[in-house]
């Protein structure tokens, strides 16, 4: 058990603004931060990402993934969306790491800047899809070896499934910020997931940030489901 706290993201994965700005209304009192992802933005622009996280703290979730000089590029093309967070994936590599840390340097004032998070293995992946891959280590190996790298070249914090948690404080120690999605509450569908817990669990463990998405917003009343969401987190 740890006493750090928890802390709400709530995805708001759609294509429209409205509803985005909806979800974030609705959720508001519960969130402590809003994310924006490849699905909006690919469908909306930066503009949109702007007027929906202005007033918000925003996790700008594009998990850039390229060479070293057009992932720092992109990096100060996203500079005016003013996130809190933003991330890149681990398996670009440590020079590719390297490079989003100095982007992110130079890119933000210093009391501006975002927290640079490394993706190390996508919580909808499994053994067997990392064998498909190649990869023949099991999803926490390849999380401690990815996440590792990550930390060394220069990034401030770790996105990973609840079940790695505990395994990557032991390897890391605290400072590493690890935000977490793959959280079902009790009862519900887990989807594409495939490595999830409960919020109460991934809290337990010593998550950060947990991010929750379809649950609350495929939920009757996205205002109720992340009451109880955060409910779970503060109990
Ligand atoms: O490994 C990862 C990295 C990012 N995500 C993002 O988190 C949310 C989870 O949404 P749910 O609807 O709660 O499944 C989503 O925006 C993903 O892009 C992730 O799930 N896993």
Redesign the pocket.
């Known amino acids: 058990m740890t006493t750090r706290r928890t802390r709400l993201i709530v ?1 708001l ?1 759609t294509k429209d603004e409205a509803q985005a700005a909806r979800w974030r209304d609705q959720t508001a009192a519960s969130a402590d931060a809003i ?1 924006l ?1 490849l699905e909006f933005t690919y469908a909306q622009g930066l503009d949109a990402v702007r007027r929906v996280a202005k007033g918000h703290s925003l996790f700008l ?1 594009l ?1 850039l993934h390229d060479i070293p000089n057009t992932v720092g590029s992109a990096i100060g093309s996203l500079a005016d969306t003013r996130p809190a967070m933003l991330t890149i994936h681990a398996q670009g590599g440590s020079a590719m790491i390297a490079a989003a840390r100095a982007a992110v340097d130079r890119a933000f004032p210093a009391d501006a800047r975002p927290l640079l998070l490394a ?1 190390t ?4 992946m499994d053994e067997a899809a990392l064998h498909e891959i190649g990869v023949h280590d099991d999803p926490c190996q390849q999380v401690l070896r990815l996440g590792a790298l990550a930390v060394a070249a220069g990034a401030d914090g770790l ?1 990973c ?1 609840p079940h790695e948690i505990i395994p990557l404080r032991d390897r890391l120690g605290d400072a590493p910020v690890l935000v977490v ?3 079902r509450p009790a009862g519900a569908e887990t ?3 495939k490595r999830v817990m409960t919020p109460t669990q991934a809290r337990n463990a010593g998550a950060d940030w947990i ?5 609350i917003t495929t939920a009757a009343d996205p205002a109720a489901a992340a009451a109880a969401v955060a409910a779970e987190l503060a109990g």
């Open positions: 995805a994965d994310k992802g979730d998990k993706v293995v996508l919580t909808s996105i499934s999605p793959g959280i989807g594409d997931q991010v929750v998405g379809r649950p």
